[in-house]
């Protein structure tokens, strides 16, 4: 009876593992789409959780953006509204919709932008099939949040927002930057 008790724990520690595997095996194909058609993309270590604010606050003191828990909430914001403002330098918690239209808004700032090209065309038609694909991927994955961070590019000394997309099970925080540095 211990043997077999025994046997079922490894047995569950196993599946929960491979599984944990699987989510991040998942969420790194998508990531990787997404970084396809960006200007820029990290990935980040931190504790997995499933609060997006912990997720983020860990980020952010990682990575020297905060000193500590006062100075990250003060730049916590309740809704995403504000948070994509250029050099409002927020933290926020984004949905899907709003993580899909982020990119999706720059896709189609840069076709609008460009010289309306046949290649233009194609790029703006590409980006569109791996955005959809990556969201369709992510969307089957319940422990996906979305994250905003003012860690995006750097354009004559202000800062745009960027894209995180927290893989809660695994600790892992995938970071998307639509805008490009420079001035």
């Not at 043997?3 to 569950?12: G, T």
């Not at 944990?20 to 969420?27: C, M, P, S």
């Not at 590409?126 to 961070?149: C, E, M």
């Amino acid at each position: 009876m211990k043997h077999l008790v025994i046997a079922l724990s490894l047995l569950v520690s196993t599946s929960a593992f491979a599984k944990n595997q699987d989510i991040e095996k998942r969420v790194r194909y998508a990531a990787d789409l997404l970084a396809s058609i960006a200007e820029g993309s990290q990935e980040y270590k931190v504790t997995p959780g499933a609060d997006v604010k912990k997720i983020l606050f860990e980020l952010a003191t990682n990575e020297g953006m905060v000193e500590d828990q006062k100075d990250f909430d003060d730049h916590w914001e309740a809704t995403t509204k504000n948070a994509w403002g250029v050099d409002e330098m927020l933290w926020a918690e984004e949905d899907r919709g709003g993580a899909y239209s982020y990119i999706e808004n720059s896709l189609e700032n840069a076709l609008e932008e460009g010289e309306q090209s046949e290649q233009d065309k194609i790029k703006f038609a590409d980006g569109t099939l791996k955005l959809n694909k990556a969201f369709n991927v992510l969307r089957s994955i319940k422990s996906v949040k979305y994250g905003v961070a003012p860690m995006g590019a750097v354009q004559c000394g202000v800062t745009f927002p960027s894209l995180m997309i927290l893989d809660t099970e695994n600790g892992v925080v995938h970071q998307i930057i639509m805008e490009g540095s420079g001035c």
